[in-house]
C-alpha cells in the first residue's frame, strides 16, 4: 500500500515535468529530421507558463470548467493506473476525460472547433476498440485487471500478448495527435482548420489542455511499460527503453506522412484491432 | 519572469501585396533561418498569437479583417509590419482601393522595410519586437493591479486593505 502512494504521489509530481521535456525533445528530433536546429528542450515549458501570463479570453464561460475536467480526469486516469489501480476503470476515466474534451469544443459555438469536436469522437470511435482490447488482453493474460497484481507476472506479458501491442502501438499515433491522424487538433494544418477543437481556447485555458496532454502522454507511455515488466530490475529498464523507442518512432511516423482522411483512421484503427488484437485474444483464450 | 518573449507564437496576414514579403516571412521558417530556434512557432489562429506579422498595405476590403485579427489576439500583443507596402502604402500608395499602411488600422510597433524584406531584417524585426512585447505585459500587469487596488480600496476602503493586497501592490 505504502508503495502505491508513493508511485502516485511521484506521478502527481514528476509526470508533467517528464511529459513536458518528452514534448521538448519531440520538437528537437522532429526540427533535426527537417534539418533545422530547433528550439531549447524547455520550449515547452516556456509556451504553457507564458500562456499563464496571456490575457484569458473565453467565449463560453463553461467551456473552461470543461476544459478543466479533462485536466482532472486524466490526472485521475494516471493516478489510477501509477498507484497499481484498476486498469479498465483508468481507461474508462479516460474516455470521460475526452468526451470533456469535446463537450468543450462544441460549447465554443465555433465552427473550426466544432468540426475539431466532430473529429475527435471520430478519433475516440477509431483507438477505443484497441484501448479496451489492450485491458481484456492484460486480463486473460493475468487474471486480473489490477495494475499492482499485473505487475507480479513472472512471464513478460510482451510474449503472450504481441498482437495487442502493435495493435496497441498503431493507435498511440491517434493519440499523441500525430500525423497521419491529427485530424482534430491540426498540428500541421492551419489553412484547413485553424487549430480545431483548441481555435477557441487562450492563454490559461489553451495551458490546461497542454498539461494534460503531458500527463496523457505519460500515461500512455506508462501502458507501454507495462507490457515488459515481469517483477525483475532489468525488465524494468527494458519498459522504459521501448516506451522512449515507441515515443521516438512516433515522432519518425510524424515527421513522414502526410495527414490522411478520417476513414482511413477508422478504417486503421478497427482494422488493427480486428487483425492482431482481436486474434490474439482468440489464440489466448484458447491456450 | 516574462515568458512572452521566449515563446512568442506569431500569425501572419498578407494584405494586398505581390506576396513576396509574405513568402519573406515562410522562409523565416526554413532551415535556412530557422526561427523556432528562439521559440517562434507559426499558428494560424489569432487567439493563440502573441505577433501580428502583417505584410502589403492595406485596402479597403480586407481593413475589417485586419481590425478583427488584431482585436482577436490576447493582450499582451504587438504588431510588425513587414515589407515597404506595409510599411506606408508602397508603390500601391496612390491606387485608388488602397487606405495605405498598415498604420491606418492597428498599432504598429515595429516596421521593417525592404521590397521584399530579407528574412534576416524580419527577424531582427521581431527581436526588437520582442522588447516592446515584455514592456507591453508590465503596463497590462500594472494596470490589472491598478484596477484591483481601486476595487478593493472602495469596498473596504483605504484602511482595511486585505493584508494580501499590501503583498500584490507593494510587493512586501
Given at each position: ?8 504521489l ?11 521535456l518528452?514534448a ?6 522532429t ?9 531549447p528542450?524547455?520550449q515547452p ?6 500562456l499563464?501570463?496571456k ?19 486524466v ?8 498507484a497499481?489501480?484498476?486498469?479498465l476503470?483508468?481507461i474508462?476515466?479516460?474516455t ?14 465555433s ?5 475539431g ?8 470511435m477509431s483507438?477505443?476498440?484497441m ?5 481484456v488482453?492484460?486480463?486473460m493474460?493475468t487474471?486480473?485487471f489490477r495494475v499492482e497484481?499485473?505487475i507480479?507476472?513472472?512471464t513478460?506479458?510482451?510474449v503472450?500478448?504481441?498482437g495487442?501491442?502493435i495493435?496497441?502501438t498503431?493507435?498511440?499515433t491517434?493519440?499523441?495527435?500525430k ?7 491540426s ?16 492563454g490559461?485555458t489553451?495551458?490546461?489542455v ?9 500515461f ?5 511499460f507495462?507490457?515488459?515488466?515481469n517483477g ?8 522504459v527503453a521501448?516506451?522512449l523507442?515507441t515515443?521516438?518512432?512516433e515522432?519518425?511516423?510524424d ?12 478504417k486503421?484503427?478497427?482494422f ?12 489466448l483464450?484458447f491456450? | ?20 514579403c ?7 521558417l ?5 526561427i ?10 489569432p ?7 502583417l ?5 479597403e ?7 478583427q485579427?488584431?482585436?482577436?489576439m490576447?493582450?499582451?500583443k ?6 515597404i507596402c ?10 485608388y ?8 488600422v ?24 520582442l ?7 508590465l ?7 491598478k ?10 476602503g ?15
Amino acid at each position: 500500500m505504502g508503495m502505491n502512494i508513493i508511485a502516485l504521489l511521484l506521478y502527481l509530481l514528476f509526470a508533467p515535468f517528464v511529459g513536458g521535456l518528452l514534448a521538448g525533445a519531440d520538437r528537437i528530433v522532429t526540427a533535426r529530421m527537417q534539418g533545422r536546429v530547433g528550439p531549447p528542450i524547455l520550449q515547452p515549458f516556456y509556451d504553457v507558463l507564458k500562456l499563464y501570463q496571456k490575457e484569458q479570453i473565453t467565449v463560453n464561460k463553461v467551456q473552461d470548467f470543461y476544459v478543466f475536467c479533462f485536466l482532472l480526469f486524466v490526472i485521475i486516469t494516471g493516478g489510477f493506473f501509477f498507484a497499481g489501480g484498476d486498469l479498465l476503470l483508468a481507461i474508462f476515466v479516460l474516455t470521460l476525460a475526452s468526451a470533456f474534451l469535446i463537450v468543450a469544443g462544441y460549447c465554443a459555438g465555433s465552427p473550426y472547433a466544432e468540426i475539431g469536436a466532430e473529429r475527435e469522437l471520430l478519433q475516440v470511435m477509431s483507438y477505443e476498440p484497441m484501448v479496451l482490447m489492450t485491458a481484456v488482453g492484460f486480463y486473460m493474460f493475468t487474471g486480473s485487471f489490477r495494475v499492482e497484481e499485473i505487475i507480479q507476472t513472472q512471464t513478460m506479458p510482451f510474449v503472450y500478448l504481441i498482437g495487442v501491442f502493435i495493435g496497441f502501438t498503431g493507435i498511440l499515433t491517434i493519440k499523441f495527435r500525430k500525423s497521419p491522424f491529427d485530424l482534430s487538433m491540426s498540428h500541421h494544418a492551419h489553412q484547413e482548420l485553424v487549430q480545431g477543437l483548441q481555435t477557441e481556447f487562450s492563454g490559461k485555458t489553451l495551458a490546461m489542455v497542454e498539461i494534460a496532454h503531458w500527463y496523457e502522454n505519460v500515461f500512455l507511455l506508462g501502458l507501454v511499460f507495462l507490457f515488459f515488466v515481469n517483477g525483475t530490475a532489468w525488465s524494468v529498464v527494458l519498459g522504459v527503453a521501448v516506451a522512449l523507442l515507441t515515443y521516438f518512432i512516433e515522432v519518425f511516423i510524424d515527421n513522414n506522412y502526410a495527414r490522411m482522411k478520417w476513414e482511413v483512421t477508422l478504417k486503421v484503427g478497427w482494422f488493427t484491432a480486428i487483425t492482431v488484437g482481436f486474434v490474439n485474444l482468440l489464440v489466448l483464450n484458447f491456450m | 519572469m516574462s515568458f512572452v518573449t521566449k515563446s512568442p507564437w506569431m500569425i501572419h496576414y498578407d494584405g494586398s501585396s505581390c506576396n513576396g514579403c509574405d513568402i519573406e516571412v515562410l522562409a523565416c521558417l526554413t532551415p535556412m533561418y530557422d526561427i523556432e530556434r528562439f521559440g517562434i512557432k507559426n499558428t494560424g489562429n489569432p487567439k493563440h498569437a502573441d505577433v501580428f506579422l502583417l505584410t502589403g498595405s492595406v485596402n479597403e476590403k480586407n481593413k475589417p479583417v485586419i481590425q478583427q485579427i488584431y482585436e482577436q489576439m490576447p493582450e499582451p500583443k504587438i504588431v510588425i509590419a513587414v515589407g515597404i507596402c506595409a510599411c506606408d502604402g508602397g508603390v500601391f500608395k496612390e491606387c485608388y482601393n488602397i487606405c495605405g499602411g498598415a498604420d491606418t488600422v492597428v498599432p504598429v510597433d515595429v516596421y521593417v522595410p525592404g521590397c521584399a524584406a530579407r528574412p534576416e531584417a524580419i527577424i531582427d524585426g521581431v527581436v526588437k519586437g520582442l522588447a516592446i512585447l515584455e514592456e507591453k505585459r508590465l503596463k497590462v500587469k500594472r494596470k490589472t493591479e491598478k484596477a484591483l487596488k481601486k476595487h478593493y480600496d472602495e469596498v473596504y476602503g483605504q484602511e482595511h486593505r486585505p493584508l494580501i493586497m499590501e503583498v500584490v501592490i507593494n510587493g512586501k
